[in-house]
C-alpha cells in the first residue's frame, strides 16, 4: 500500500459489488442494520428468499465484507415500489 496515497474515507472502500458507497452513507444513518433473518421476518418470507433475492438484484442491500444487511427504511421503500396484485 502506497503511504503517500490521501486517505480514503469508509464509505467508499471498495470489494464486492455493492459495497458501501458515498451514495449509501446516508441510508446507514437511516437505523440499525438488520440480518438476513430479521429482513425475511419483516419480509414474512423464508430467509433462502432473501438471500436469492440478494443474489438476483432483486432486493437492494448494503454489503459489509461478505455479509449482507438491509435497513428497515430501504426494505420499507423497495416493498412500496412493488407491484400490488
Not at 35 to 41: G, L
Not at 53 to 77: K, N
Amino acid at each position: 500500500m502506497n503511504s503517500l496515497a490521501a486517505p480514503v474515507p469508509w464509505w467508499s472502500v471498495g470489494g464486492m459489488q455493492g459495497s458501501v458507497t458515498a451514495n449509501r452513507a446516508a441510508t446507514l444513518a437511516e437505523g440499525p442494520l438488520l440480518r438476513p433473518e430479521q429482513a425475511a421476518h419483516l419480509l414474512s418470507v423464508k430467509t433462502s428468499w432473501v438471500y436469492e433475492a440478494v443474489r438476483s438484484g432483486r432486493v437492494p442491500c448494503i454489503r459489509v465484507g461478505r455479509h449482507i444487511r438491509f435497513t428497515r427504511q430501504m426494505l420499507e421503500d423497495w416493498l412500496a415500489q412493488q407491484p400490488h396484485e
